[in-house]
């Protein structure tokens, strides 16, 4: 599957020039749509639903849907936004991306020549990279509340081996908390493994089936598994609360779900996104790209996922108050199995503080 951070990024910065696009024509447009439908047709993970699909996106184009429209990007919106209405997939996206599109075809064809750039290859990977450096690989907040309740707010799933030492020190610091809070209100995604790396830390060392996953353009079935050894101490028999909202995106919501379900974590926020199905990244033309949803997860206790539902939380509160909710049933749950006096009023006394 294709490198899901880099398509956030490409396609979700601006074009840095500022050069004017010349109108499209409809023959141009029309070029345009013929070609994705082709991409759609191979893809698209679901088959017997392309027809539909690409005789929707037919039909709007000789009603005349985007006779008005005259730039690349108000035509990749255009797409994006009838995709999205079409299929209620989230994951489909259209790109005008002209340079993109020409850095990419050169690299292939120094690739394919023997001589591709080193130098340029490396810088790019170097940008990246710093790009997530600067987010701490996803871990913008690792805390201990007050009651020794632990919290991380994590933003993204990097790529597995940029991700791993900082997910190792995470969970170092929060390794004697008795509870722990996972934010994921903001997470918007990103790269298998990461995500079934840090759900090992809630199962045991013996590896557990975290999702299998069919690939359409490849018809290849792949399982993933969670890792027998991990960097810091696991962190069982203690209450893990993870906090979603309408925000919450693909892999985010594949970590929450899949803990939801394998009874490792209680679920509090809003309704997530519902973005499931993994996508395969793919030049159009010259000018556009497009990103495909190609592959669909299935998670091995309900046999589906969540696409197009979301991830239900356990306990429904807006994206502001769930933080504060989550700290106050953490509590409760360390009252309720606490086996001492001392700690109970202990733990009873930070709740009515933290409460008011």
């Known amino acids: 599957m294709t490198n899901l951070l880099s398509i956030t990024l490409l396609l979700g910065l601006c074009s840095m020039s500022a050069l004017a696009q010349a109108p499209m024509s409809s023959e141009e447009k029309s070029e345009v749509i013929d070609k994705i439908q082709r991409l ?36 990749a ?12 997939d989230k994951h489909y996206k259209v790109g005008y991306r002209p340079e993109l599109v020409a850095s990419r075809r050169a690299a292939q064809e120094q690739a394919r020549a023997g001589d591709a750039d080193v130098a340029d290859e490396a810088e790019a990977i170097d940008w990246d990279r710093w790009y997530a450096r600067q987010e701490n690989f996803g ?26 030492a900082t997910t190792d020190a995470a969970m170092a610091f929060v390794a004697d908390t008795d509870a722990l809070i996972i934010d994921l209100t903001e997470n918007g995604g990103g790269y298998s493994p990461s995500d079934s790396y840090l759900g090992s830390y809630f199962v045991d060392p013996e590896p557990v ?24 101490p696991r962190y069982l028999d203690r209450p893990v609360i993870i906090l ?38 793919r030049l159009v033309d010259d000018n556009f790209v497009i990103q495909i949803p190609a592959q669909q997860t299935v998670n091995p206790v309900t046999k589906t996922n969540w696409e197009a539902i979301g991830v239900r939380p356990d306990i429904e509160t807006s994206r502001e108050d769930a933080l504060s909710t989550a700290h106050l049933l953490a509590l409760d749950r360390l009252i309720a199995t606490a086996k001492h006096d001392r700690v109970i009023k202990r733990y009873e006394k930070i709740r009515a503080a933290t409460g008011n």
């Open 40 to 75: 759609i047709a191979s893809d698209y993970v679901f088959p017997d639903e392309v027809d539909r699909v690409n005789g929707a996106l037919e039909e709007l184009n000789v009603a005349g849907r985007y006779d008005e429209v005259t730039t690349g990007e108000a035509f």
């Open 77 to 88: 919106r255009a797409l994006t936004d009838d995709l999205l209405a079409i299929t209620n």
């Open 139 to 164: 871990f913008r907040r690792v805390d201990v509340l007050e009651g020794n309740v632990g919290y991380i707010r994590l933003t993204f799933f990097h790529p597995f081996d940029w991700m791993r």
């Open 209 to 232: 089936l975290w999702s299998t996953s069919y690939t359409r353009p490849t018809d290849e079935k792949t399982s993933t598994y969670t890792f027998q050894d991990v960097g810091a």
């Open 244 to 281: 979603v909202s309408a925000e919450t995106f693909s892999l985010g919501e594949h970590f929450a779900y899949a803990m939801k379900h394998f009874d490792k974590a209680e679920i509090i926020g809003q309704v997530s996104a519902g973005a499931a199905n993994g996508i395969s990244f």
